[in-house]
């Protein structure tokens, strides 16, 4: 039989699968000893089994009653027991964290009765209708479906009337009264009465951090961070602690470093006489962590020896909340910290350099998506700035959009091509949206652990938070800084996430150190950040087994490539040559009449193909460059038919049928193809117009020549693309070699060349074995061979329907961002193997868009390709990865 439930000496930080993450590391801090307020785990398996039925398990309910009259016993206390009250707080807790995705309930037990108990046990009657409001309105909101602001309202309400804008204004009377209103509200707009039964009030709070599993916010967070949607999460049922009992109490968020930053240090906020809601809600500014030293000496101490004893433990940068009950310090929750692109680096080096872990764990806990980041523009300190205000240096990063005031704005804006700055006085998780459309966040209020702090940096998007000295208005959409000046809806800002800073207007970006480092720029040596980052890429370069090449059709890219670290270029364009001025030689290509004219054409086009060849080669000289021969269809080199037909029409009958666009329409017309891109393109065309593709081979052979001639070694490797048949690929290999002998008498130059294919259609394949035959190396063309086998028209369906895809869970990514494993995955896994059966020394790289994805690195790794190619600008990320994925698939078979 399935067990559900389980007590917390029952399990360990191993089990974030089965007890999710939340709860796994409250079972791991209570085994270690730590100040755990005792409770129990609902286990991954009875979220997963109760999505599936629509009900609860049969055996959950018997297993929970269990485990509370276990929580019960320790206590002293039963669950809502009317003279002295056990209180249990229900959370979500997902393997990977959501940081307030799905929900929390605390207090239940508390009723009409208990509450009397309560206030009598605490000595507070404030404080008992205190934490029975903050259940109303947490069971309202999160288990009966009610709006938040039904609650909101009635607080904001009482405190207007008592002339404050804190909470802690209030009295007991109010909170008794507030705890009626909110019964009134339930009443009305659910049809029935808060329940006053603590046991049900328990089972449907668990229902609901069960649904709440699969709510819009959680779906997009878990698309956006790429989390699986057949986890579920689990539920920790914990007893009470209280931080709102008065001042000796309080509540708050710690880390064991800076995670902006990295830096050792005291980071966190604290919050007096507070539950934890109200810190990460960002209604109520913190005081920084430091503070609690003055505050209550013993819960400070005792939390910096737990802080130092978690970060051992846990060997990385620990985020903690914690809760002090009248100087008792306790511990609810920790995990391993969510952390900005620069402090991943910088914490992962200092753990090497403390002992706590090697290089290669240092590799492992940093990746690619972060290296991205550190790439990113950031804003130039020379140029001219208005500051308006500096809040929280939240997340890093340079963000200039126009301001806006709530998500929809954002996701409307966004979705006609403004950049936009989201501007909140706090975010919540209803705001997800908005903050995944926004280029940044803005919030007057919370620190660094409130909820938009948290979720941008887990998005990698740039957040200022805590900007007080800003007067946000979100009803009539504007801002106005201290100084008077206003920001209305629709005003360019800009925000810098490393400094905090808030500026009026563009601020200009420029390139940060990394990538100035990446270039050789010797003013960016010696950084910090630089230097972290360039041993953790020393020691990636060291261990990967993958190969990076890169994508680049200039002697400019190429050159850029090299200094990025490439080993080669894995994919030149070649059509990507016939483009600007040249288009014009290639219209004359296609119009010829007579053999002679087309030969007149290619004599024209074959001097600037090699002269591109000649600046490619010098760029990557001594490294292999893959140079794919002309590949889309000729119409696309052909005007536009309907300008064309309007050219013509325009023309006089005399001079119309001799005429240049007379024959470009002609052309047009002969060359119009129902799906031109499974038409005449590729190999096809090397076949139907040889001296095409004869043309650009002696322009790669003769620029290989000049190269040799002049002292360099060039290693030109031609790629025939769309090849289906052995055959096509011999026909056309034949001319090459019949170029390549006549070069070689011309020139006296031995030449040293390889000759390969694209594999892109399914048919090549499932006919690798035969296809190897004649080819010396494979490179597998993703974005054509995902197109092929999903039967999608990447420029037609990735706007029109693939978002509902995703919403539906066909796909958790994009195929075009990141291969589909299980379908071209497999594919890619068959020719792999039927080509090297072949020809054992068969070289395998991939050239599509997956070669810069860090997913499928990981995949192309495992399947045994020897290189990947991408963009220049990610082959730092592509190195990185390739270094990863060695190091984490030694650690899965040393496992």
Not at 23 to 39: F, K, Y
Not at 557 to 563: I, L, M, N, P, V
Not at 835 to 860: K, M, N, Q, W, Y
């Amino acid at each position: 039989m399935t067990k559900f439930v389980y007590a917390f000496s029952e399990g360990s930080k191993d089990q974030k699968d089965l007890l999710g993450g939340k709860g796994a590391n409250l079972a791991e801090m209570a085994n270690l000893g730590l100040p755990v307020p005792p409770g129990f785990i609902i286990s991954t398996e009875a979220c997963r089994a109760y999505l599936a039925e629509g009900r609860e398990p049969d055996a959950l309910a018997a297993e929970v009653a269990e485990h509370l009259a276990a929580l019960e016993k320790t206590m002293g206390k039963a669950l809502g027991q009317p003279d002295d009250p056990l209180l249990v707080s229900v959370r979500s807790g997902a393997k990977f964290s959501m940081p307030g995705m799905m929900e929390t309930v605390l207090n239940i037990g508390l009723n009409d009765e208990s509450v009397h108990g309560l206030a009598a046990r605490a000595g507070d009657e404030r404080f008992a209708y205190d934490s029975y409001r903050r259940l109303l309105t947490m069971f309202g909101k999160t288990v009966l479906g009610m709006e938040g602001h039904l609650f909101e309202d009635e607080m904001d309400a009482r405190k207007a009337q008592r002339g404050s804008t804190s909470d802690l204004d209030l009295t007991a009377e109010d909170y008794r009264e507030l705890v009626t209103t909110y019964q009134r509200l339930i009443k009305e707009h659910t049809g029935a009465e808060f329940p006053q039964d603590p046991r049900e009030q328990l089972d449907l709070a668990v229902r609901a951090v069960f649904d709440s599993w699969n709510t819009e916010r959680a779906v997009l967070y878990r698309r956006q961070e790429r989390i699986p949607s057949d986890l579920g999460t689990a539920v920790s049922v914990v007893a009470m602690v209280f931080g709102n009992v008065g001042q000796d109490s309080g509540t708050g968020v710690a880390f064991t470093r800076d995670p902006a930053s990295g830096a050792q240090g005291v980071y966190g906020d604290y919050l007096q006489n507070a539950q934890g809601e109200d810190v990460v809600a960002g209604i109520r500014n913190t005081v920084p962590l430091a503070d609690l030293e003055r505050i209550d000496k013993p819960a400070y101490d005792d939390l910096m020896r737990i802080m130092e004893t978690l970060e051992g433990h846990y060997q990385d940068l620990c985020d903690i909340e914690f809760t002090v009950e009248r100087g008792k310090l306790w511990m609810l929750q920790t995990r391993i910290g969510k952390r900005t692109a620069e402090a991943a680096f910088r914490i992962a080096t200092q753990l090497v350099d403390q002992g706590l872990i090697d290089m290669d764990e240092a590799v492992r806990r940093v990746n690619g998506a972060q290296l991205a980041q550190l790439m990113f523009p950031r804003f130039d300190s020379d140029a001219e700035r208005t500051l308006l205000a500096t809040g929280m240096n939240a997340s890093p990063g340079a963000a200039v959009g126009k301001a806006v005031f709530d998500s929809t704005t954002a996701v409307e804006w966004a979705e006609r091509g403004h950049d936009v700055i989201l501007v909140r006085r706090e975010t919540n998780p209803d705001d997800l949206k908005g903050m995944v459309a926004a280029k940044g966040i803005l919030t007057s209020r919370g620190g660094k652990t409130s909820h938009a702090a948290v979720v941008a940096r887990g998005m990698g998007r740039t957040c200022v938070c805590g900007a007080d000295a800003l007067d946000v208005d979100v009803k009539n959409k504007r801002f106005t800084s201290l100084d008077g000046v206003r920001v209305e809806e629709g005003d360019v800002i800009s925000i810098d996430g490393t400094t905090g800073e808030v500026f009026a207007g563009e601020v200009p970006v420029v390139d940060s150190l990394v990538v100035r480092h990446f270039e050789g720029d010797e003013t960016a040596e010696g950084d910090e950040l630089v230097l972290a980052v360039e041993r953790v890429m020393a020691h990636a370069d060291e261990s990967r087994r993958l190969g990076v090449r890169a994508n680049a059709d200039t002697p400019e890219d190429a050159a850029r490539a090299r200094r990025f670290g490439a080993q080669g270029i894995g994919l030149c364009r070649t059509e990507h040559m016939f483009l600007g001025d040249r288009k014009a030689l290639v219209e004359h290509l296609i119009i010829a009449e007579s053999e002679q004219e087309q030969e007149e054409a290619l004599s024209a086009l074959l001097p600037l193909q090699r002269s591109d060849f000649i600046g490619i080669l010098e760029a990557m000289d001594g490294l292999p460059v893959t140079i794919r021969l002309i590949d889309p269809p000729l119409h696309e080199f052909l005007p536009d038919y309907t300008d064309l037909s309007v050219q013509v029409a325009m023309e006089d009958d005399h001079d119309r049928r001799d005429s240049k666009h007379h024959k470009l329409l002609d052309a047009v017309r002969r060359l119009h193809e129902q799906n031109p891109m499974l038409g005449l393109r590729g190999v096809r065309l090397g076949i139907v117009i040889p001296g095409l593709f004869k043309m650009q081979a002696r322009a790669i052979l003769e620029a290989t020549a000049e190269r040799k001639k002049a002292g360099g070694d060039p290693q030109p490797e031609i790629m025939i693309p769309l090849v289906a048949a052995v055959q096509e690929l011999e026909l056309v290999k034949a001319d090459i070699v019949q170029v390549a002998a006549a070069v070689e008498d011309e020139t006296g130059v031995d030449l040293d060349f390889k000759v390969g294919t694209m594999i892109e259609l399914p048919r090549a394949v499932m006919a690798a074995g035969e296809i190897a035959e004649a080819a010396e190396f494979f490179s597998f063309g993703t974005n054509d061979l995902t197109q092929m086998t999903w039967g999608f028209s990447r420029d037609d369906v990735e706007a029109s329907f693939f978002g509902r895809y995703l919403e539906k869970g066909i796909f958790g990514v994009s195929p075009f961002e990141t291969l589909d494993r299980d379908g071209v995955g497999q594919l890619v896994r068959i020719a792999v193997e039927r080509g090297r059966a072949t020809r054992p020394d068969l070289h395998l790289g991939v050239c599509g868009e997956h070669g810069g994805d860090p997913d499928s690195i990981h995949f192309f790794d495992d399947a045994g390709l020897d290189y990947v190619s991408c963009s220049p600008f990610r082959v730092p990320v592509a190195r990185l990865e390739a270094g990863r994925a060695t190091s984490i698939g030694e650690l899965s078979d040393s496992a």
